[in-house]
């Protein structure tokens, strides 16, 4: 079974509330499936919601191909009879002619988009393939990180360095307005505005955006260019402390890590500063993969959930080879952006005492998906179990409290990691002090 632990939306600041619920885009990991889509309901004694779907031929009892079948009983066949009741009056009086297949592709995005978790949505097939795309590291576009933010608004948390982006003045928690003249606060998804950014190498766009940190908006004109996003980067900051910023969890960021943790060690780090600030998740299967790296046999997470209709209970552990002596310390940097795959990671090394962290409350997401791709290439992602840290904790919608909380000053807002002087650092000042004298 794949899992995939999910990308968060950013916390943001407070913005005036979307007039409508928006999924939040995520890094996925796709899981083939080959059943049809089926076109008619049925409830208890075939109860069929008939309307424009009637007109496609698929008038038939239970046994029907083309049948899916619900409770019987009364409040589910209210439910289906209501449900035909809608559909009744959307085919007969909206203002254009409705075909089923519109009909059919509206009941699939509600009934995903709906269902109750924030974390399970339908993507089209477009947005799966920007997806895709994303988890390559290479587009063409301005070089800004963004997610939706707890507001439901498009928010910049991550400006890359030497980026258009960054020429161009945009800064991290910046709003999406619009973009190139085209108003895209109530639009339903990030992939939307993100597809609407990129474009062909050399072209303009021209962005309107809110600065929460000044009150204003700003226009920006960026020209598009290639763009590689390094997940991840490393250096020296003493003769014996190393320093890893990790971006993301994508896809190859494992093998990075372990040869930055080889590089490290072999410059004479003997402890490190992990940076997971602004870093909103990603792949399951790298943050186990990065956690085995550094840990000797341990357990790195419990999770519990559903698949093919039934419950199941897993460990994931890590084997007994380990690439650093028992003696390596780890100072982990979070904030408010830190999400999932950065509260596994964070959590198991401070449950196995390896870990001190440093910084401001995590987001709070201890829950992962898997991505099923439909016949159409579009797909579904379905929250599909919960993770519990080795000492059985779960942080969903909790998150992760430091060791030793930290703000950053107010000079820093809207800066980047990468932007911050050492003056302006102050979490990554503590974790050095830290390390220096540990208790």
């Known amino acids: 079974m794949n899992h995939q632990i999910y990308q968060q939306p950013s916390p943001g600041t407070p913005m005036p509330e979307p007039k409508r619920g928006r999924p939040i885009w995520t890094y996925v990991l796709t899981v083939l499936i080959t059943a049809s889509i089926t076109f008619m309901l049925t409830a208890g004694g075939a109860i069929l919601i008939g309307a424009g779907l009637a007109r496609a031929g698929l008038i ?103 980026s258009p982006a960054e020429s161009a003045g945009l800064r991290t928690g910046d709003v999406f307005l619009d973009v190139d003249g085209v108003d895209v606060s109530e639009i339903s998804t990030v992939e939307e505005v993100a597809a609407m950014v990129k474009g062909q190498e050399g072209t303009i766009v021209e962005l309107l955006m809110f ?47 372990a040869a930055a943790i080889d590089d490290l060690q072999a410059r004479g780090a003997e402890r490190l500063v992990i940076d997971l600030r602004n870093n909103s998740g990603g792949r399951a299967d790298e943050v186990i993969r990065m956690l085995d790296y550094i840990l000797p046999k341990m357990v790195i997470a419990t999770i ?26 780890y100072a982990i940097l979070i904030n408010g952006m830190s ?7 964070s959590g198991c090394l401070r449950d196995h005492n390896k870990a001190y962290l440093i910084g401001e409350q995590s987001f709070g997401k201890g829950s992962g998906t898997q991505t099923f791709l439909l016949p159409d290439k579009s797909a579904v992602n379905v929250t599909t179990f919960l993770y519990y840290l080795p000492n059985g904790e779960s942080i969903e919608e909790v998150g992760l409290t430091p060791d030793l909380p930290v703000a950053l000053p107010d000079e820093a807002a809207g800066l980047s990691i990468h932007q911050l002087t050492p003056e302006l650092d102050t979490q990554l000042a503590a974790a050095l002090n830290y390390l220096e004298n540990p208790e």
């Open 339 to 345: 999400a999932s795959a950065s509260e596994l990671f």
């Open 211 to 257: 600065r929460p940190t000044e009150g204003r908006n700003l226009t920006f004109r960026i020209e598009r260019r290639r763009i590689t996003n390094a997940a991840l980067n490393s250096r020296m900051l003493t003769d014996e402390i190393g320093y890893i910023q990790i971006r993301e969890f994508s896809g190859g960021v494992a093998e990075l890590f």
């Open 60 to 162: 038939g009892g239970r046994s029907s191909p083309n049948a899916l079948s619900f409770a019987d009983d009364a409040e589910t066949k209210k439910a289906v009879a209501k449900l035909k009741d809608t559909i009744k009056i959307l085919d007969d009086n909206y203002y254009e002619e409705l075909s089923d297949v519109k009909i059919l592709e509206a009941m699939v995005s509600g009934v995903v988009d709906r269902i109750g978790s924030r974390y399970t949505m339908y993507l089209t097939a477009e947005q799966y393939n920007m997806l895709e795309e994303s988890m390559q590291g290479e587009y063409v576009g301005i070089g800004a990180l963004v997610m939706i933010n707890r507001n439901g608004l498009v928010e910049i948390t991550e400006v890359l360095q030497g």
């Open 304 to 329: 519990q959930g559903r698949a093919d209709g039934r419950p199941f209970k897993e460990t994931w552990h890590s084997d007994e080879k380990t690439a650093v002596p028992d003696t390596m310390r």
